[in-house]
DNA sequence: CACCGTTTCTGTATCGATTAAGTCTGTATC
DNA sequence: GATACAGACTTAATCGATACAGAAACGGTG
């Protein structure tokens, strides 16, 4: 019997190590942690003693509860972990975060929660963090008000969300517009959107506008009334506009769901991709059929991801890296003014070769 | 006055909700965590209560604490993050750990540590997780010490470490020898290697014998001496063999130090990259050169990644999706016989269009 | 010697919760 | 009518550490 009331295996603790020395165990706790204040042999003393307890150091969990900090933030975002970084834009966004995080020693817990997964909530309720960053997480997302319950700081990036919840991104429509006014200026009139999905993930195809309204995304609705804002200025009516979703947001769906565009009769001469990837798909797709990007099709992208550069794709350059970092120090170091930050970030059109004049 | 020691704000607890309501802290506590142990209207009365008051839930880093489980797992590798998701493998293996973990309500604790960063110590100590997961840690590095003497359940994934530390990966030098023996069978004798770096990162250009032997990344030494094994058998000496660093692993980076393979007098008639970026890398260069691979080169890579798939190219399937469900299955549940688990998965040589036989 | 500022440790309060074991209260069983 | 028992809470003991106010010891000073 060790008299203690859960069967916990004992483990070394400061007290242990504070009783072996014959020291407070606070000055155990010094010896780790403020080394000015206690003498240099006895801290010598004390390490060896834990040596030869077998003592780890002080416990994690304890420090983070008695500090109030639990040295970490928190990313939560509703795709599959390989999703989030199958797509170098999350990837940029991501590395900005990180960085911050790093420079104040902070770790980053993620939390994914993928549609299908089983209760978020737990995932929520039970992370050990300091703030969290939301990243793709629709406006009714269930697990929205649990986090923001929590009363930790928290800033999203998705655009039109509750305006309570500092937000840090772009003007995604503005942004999307320029894409559609580059291709109109270039005299396309026939024009298909490639978007990852509308409604839940895996619907494939054309969209109705009916879809296209009732998507959660607040990101993709902003891009889509971008191009319909630059469609509109030149008579182009928003329902000719094919909207096809890939399904996903990869590479090779986009290639295959290019068929809706591609294959059919009045064939679009330029196509808006509401992200890079997307767009790298239908240049796929373009090239199967030995269609060439900027003389007998355009294709326009948004992110301007690394890879756009090697493919030479005409896209939105918007700053993914920059974004994170500010996401970062924002739950870091929370404002203490009353308003809430809303925080856009400029955007620029970068023209390659994928796009060029409407072939007549 | 509020008589406390420290300066903290004062926040809404289990017992302020307790008191507001009139029962003990235990049966707010069950309320949340064990509903079946109270009466349904007193529960609801208790919530009431919360919410009134502003009360979160528990604190996560107190229950944590209290129940001596930290509800994630460490991720620690010494690339920087965008280097760890650049790679489609990292990204394989990472979703796998994600996958176990996310079964188990567990988070992901990412813990960056590039060379050049400040004090990894900190990270490691402040780690509020229940295991470790290393990636890409070599042997030396002083992080992993630390993370041994924490005493937590900890699984690594590069190979010949100590023996001491369960170890899940593949064979990697017999299954670099799948991929050279293939070459060799194809009558290839004029080889090189493309690698991502031998001693620190950034250093490129061809390596010598010796900053081979010195690489601190035993996962890197383990498939060049599975290259060495299969051209030995032929004759083919491994001084001959040009071992050329990429610098980082990147398809921009391998494309560019492709020229120290391609544009020499006595060009390699046959290169293998220790991995699938790299050997994207190289198939680029090759196409600004007009090479066509499998014809007048040929190209072999490692991992087998989606991408792999596009570019037809010869590689090595390893399960990485596998292993980082077996890495988190591991820290999650630690088995408990005496002996250290040290698991290989198995490989398997993908032959698909980038090689051919030798050109005479 | 009284007074002072340091340096070095100790004592106590606290962080915010979980849990095994105990206390009551009624109800069912024999 | 005594005993067992389930239901609904409460008690008390932790979990493992850190913060802050003091206290003892010490050398230097006028």
Known sequence: ?????????????????????GVSRTTVSNAYGRPDQLNKALRERIFEAARRLGYPGPDATARSLRRGRAGAIGLVFTETLSYAFADPY????????????????????LIPMPPGSGDPETAVR??????????????GHPAKELIRARGLPLVTTDETDDPSIPYVGIDERGSARMAAEHIVRLGHRRVAVMVDHVSGPGTTGPATLDEQRASDCADLRGRLAGYRDALDEVGVAWESVRVVAAGRNSRTAAASQSAHILDVAERPTAVLA????????VLDACEQRGLVPGRDISVVGFDDVPEAERARLTTVRQPMGEKGRMAGRLVLEPPREEKVPRIKLPTELVVRTTTGPAPR
């Open 126 to 139: 039970n992370a050990v963090v300091d703030g969290f960053c939301l990243y793709c997480v629709p406006g």
């Open 90 to 109: 999350s990837v940029g966004f991501l590395r900005g975060v990180a960085e911050v995080a790093e420079e104040s020693g902070t770790g980053l817990l």
């Open 274 to 281: 509401i992200g890079d990837v997307l767009a790298l798909g």
């Open 1 to 21: 019997m060790d008299g203690r009331v859960d069967g916990r295996a004992k483990r070394a603790t400061l007290q242990t190590v504070a009783d072996e020395v």
